[in-house]
């Protein structure tokens, strides 16, 4: 299975331009991929429906969306008819697999006073692949702030250990205690026929946090480095980075995901902003992660990672 992560930053590439192609190419070829910086009807792009755009391109893909920021972009013309358009900006999945369930999830947020600060958010989907549920998230934390990036890790670490608790989209069969209760939930079919969604253990989060390895929201997700154990204890409810579960390469990339754009913007130099965390049931079976380095699509780069899925037992 192949994943990846991509921030797309409005499809504006290091040469300035807008190009969907170049977007589309990047990233097909993955199982699972994930998006971020996706908008709608902004004027900078051309009021694009960049969803579409991109859901044309990769045809084979199941899709869904979560506009974390949804504001009006509506017009009225002279005789009173309305232009009904939201300006939206947020994070996309697509799979090669049906999307069983998606979520969306808008993150906690702290008002600034003078720097720009957006809501931002998190989709959650529950995957049917071949292997059993998977449970993938899209994620862009805040630009802004490790204080918030850090009430934003602690929401999402509140989602993920909690999704048994949760359960599903819908639970329950029905009002058994009742049989004509039961009769009329059956006539207005709220389940529409399917069964109730598995809960999926097998976890990814991929997206841009916004934030440095070994900084403290790093080590809010996959913990502190312990000296008693030589290293971080991954625990039952958990996540690990894809980046150090691979075997080692002989190139000693660092992982830049991020890289300025020219001639100088600040703060001048290449960053790890963008990760694959993964539950413990995953975590054994990486076998490959590289960034693209030739994408210039955006001013983040794909990243990649692959699983061996012969080693997985199916999940039921």
């Not at 702290?110 to 995957?127: P, S, Y």
């Not at 993938?136 to 918030?148: D, G, K, T, W, Y």
């Not at 006539?187 to 026929?193: A, E, F, I, L, V």
Request: glycine share 6%; aromatic share 10%; proline share 8%.
């Amino acid at each position: 299975m192949k994943l990846v992560t991509y921030n797309i930053r409005y499809a504006f590439g290091l040469d300035g331009k807008y190009d969907y192609d170049r977007i589309a190419k990047a990233v097909n070829g993955a199982d699972v991929i994930a998006l971020q910086e996706v908008e709608r009807h902004w004027r900078r792009s051309d009021m694009a429906d960049q969803v579409a755009l991109i859901e044309e391109r990769l045809p084979q893909y199941h899709s869904c969306y979560c506009p974390a920021f949804d504001v009006d972009a509506s017009e009225t013309a002279p005789d009173g008819h309305v232009t009904k358009r939201r300006r939206q900006f947020g994070t996309m999945i697509l799979s090669r697999w049906p999307i069983r369930e998606t979520r969306s999830h808008v993150l906690p947020k702290l008002a600034t006073k003078q720097n720009f600060n957006m809501d931002t958010g998190a989709l959650e989907c529950v995957i049917a692949s071949d292997r059993g549920p998977i449970r993938v998230f899209s994620i862009h934390l805040s630009a802004i702030s490790i204080r918030e990036r850090l009430l934003q890790i602690d929401h999402l670490l509140g989602l993920h250990r909690n999704a048994r608790a949760r359960g599903g989209s819908w639970t329950g069969e029905g009002p058994v205690q009742d049989y004509s209760e039961w009769q009329e939930f059956l006539r207005h079919d709220w389940n529409n026929g399917e069964p109730v969604p598995e809960v999926a253990e097998r976890t990814v989060w991929m997206g841009d946090f916004n934030s440095v390895p070994e900084g403290p929201e790093y080590c809010r997700i996959v913990g502190e480095f312990d000296p008693t154990v030589g290293g971080r204890l991954l625990h039952a409810d958990g996540l690990a980075d894809s980046w150090h579960l691979a075997p080692p390469d002989d190139n000693d990339d660092p992982g830049h995901t991020w890289w300025p754009d020219p001639p100088d913007r600040a703060p001048g130099k290449p960053l790890r902003l963008d990760y694959c965390f993964l539950s413990p049931e995953l975590a054994p079976h990486v076998t490959h992660k590289w960034v693209d380095v030739e994408a210039q699509g955006s001013d983040h780069r794909p990243y990649w990672v692959q699983l061996s899925e012969d080693k997985w037992p199916l999940q039921n």
